[in-house]
């Protein structure tokens, strides 16, 4: 059926007709309410991050050792577990506790410290924005490597919630971007690099 | 005065809450962080059920008394959002500093009243500046949704 012979088709013209409806479809407004409950939301989030940073505290971080070593065996991505044999697992010669590994401790550190990252940015709201892409980050990374050694929506559930504050800005309720978002969006026509923050509040 | 006083007390006992609120969700067996509430006083209830109980009130409590202060420090009216967060955080730091390291230490008869691990100095200083960062958030909430009342 060609367009020109479909063009008088009652049909096909309440489909466009449904179309030019959607295209003007109403703008969503989040009320106080909601935005409150997204800010609560967001600290529950960034106290979960909080709290697992206890059981892989510095010097050491030996509590991450054996979940490296469980994502190296069960990765989901091919290659996933060869590559962190090749960074994390590097010189290692026990599957209990870092013994010989030549990278773990740096490189654990940065782990921790993005965790920590997380925690910090969700908990008071200061780039929220950029804390979540961060959560989202490091929940998928945790989605490929533990995924099916656990049950399977664990972590893909801590990527969906990370992508929900990613998508709605919780830090401007009940958190430290509510001072920081109008100042940036002041300075964003001037200043580069506040176009840039501006992002992630 | 009068309503910054009572501002500042509602935003006290509502960010006491979120802080008590964590202890619901943190692992390990929830609200064992609220006996240690009492102990900050020297006061150990035999009875679990009102050391759970009674620790989660008087924390709630204690945050609003926390948060009079609060309100009876800010005279400048309206209160800037810079000025409510940072004398928030000074309360949080405050609050740290007396409850968290000094009295914990002082009714642990630990040797010295500012002694700290990396692991205890975590898993407290960052809590108690939200609850600061939270007291100062929702004064300004509060006083720009009684802005219309007032004009």
Redesign the interface.
């Known amino acids: 059926m060609s367009i020109l012979s479909s063009a008088g088709d009652p049909k096909r013209t309440a489909v466009t007709r449904a179309t030019e409806a959607s295209a003007t479809a109403l703008p969503v407004t989040l009320n106080?309410r909601s935005l409150?409950g997204m800010a609560?939301i967001r600290?529950?989030v960034g106290?979960?991050w909080?709290?697992q940073?206890?059981w892989k505290?510095?010097p050491t971080f030996a509590g991450l050792y054996t979940y490296v070593v469980r994502e190296s065996q069960h990765a989901i991505l091919p290659g996933y577990g060869a590559l962190l044999q090749h960074t994390f697992l590097a010189g290692c010669t026990s599957l209990s506790s870092p013994v010989g590994c030549t990278a773990f401790v740096p490189l654990a550190a940065c782990v921790w410290t993005a965790e920590l990252l997380v925690?910090?940015t969700l908990?008071?709201?200061l780039f929220t924005r950029f804390g979540a892409l961060l959560a989202t980050i490091l929940a998928l990374q945790l989605y490929v490597g533990l995924a099916y050694t656990e049950w399977i929506w664990t972590y893909g559930m801590l990527v969906l919630l990370a992508l929900v504050l990613v998508a709605v800005p919780s830090g401007r309720?009940?958190?430290?971007d509510?001072?920081l978002a109008p100042r940036l969006q002041a300075a964003r026509q001037r200043h580069r690099i506040a176009r840039i923050a501006s992002w992630f509040v | 005065m009068l309503q910054s006083l009572r501002r500042g007390l509602l935003a006290g006992l509502l960010a006491g809450l979120?802080l008590a609120t964590?202890d619901f969700?943190?692992?390990g067996a929830p609200g064992n962080g609220f006996p240690s509430v009492f102990h900050w006083f020297g006061i150990h209830p035999a009875n679990s059920t009102i050391s759970h109980y009674g620790g989660f009130f008087l924390l709630i409590v204690l945050a609003g008394v926390f948060g009079l202060f609060f309100g009876a420090l800010q005279r400048e009216t309206p209160v800037s959002?810079?000025r409510a967060?940072l004398w928030g955080l000074g309360l949080g730091l405050l609050w740290w500093l007396l409850f968290e390291l000094t009295l914990t230490n002082v009714t642990n008869h630990a040797s010295s009243p500012f002694g700290l691990s990396?692991?205890s100095f975590?898993?407290s200083f960052?809590?108690d500046?939200?609850f600061g960062?939270?007291l100062g958030?929702?004064y300004?909430?509060l006083q720009e949704?009684q802005a219309p009342d007032v004009s």
């Not at chain 1, 309720?173 to 430290?176: A, E, Q, S």
């Open positions: 106080e409150i609560l600290m529950f106290y979960l909080f709290q940073l206890f505290l510095p925690a910090l908990l008071f709201g309720r009940l958190g430290v509510l001072w | 979120v964590f969700v943190t692992d959002a810079s967060l990396l692991g975590l898993s960052p809590l500046l939200l960062v939270l958030a929702i300004i909430q949704r």
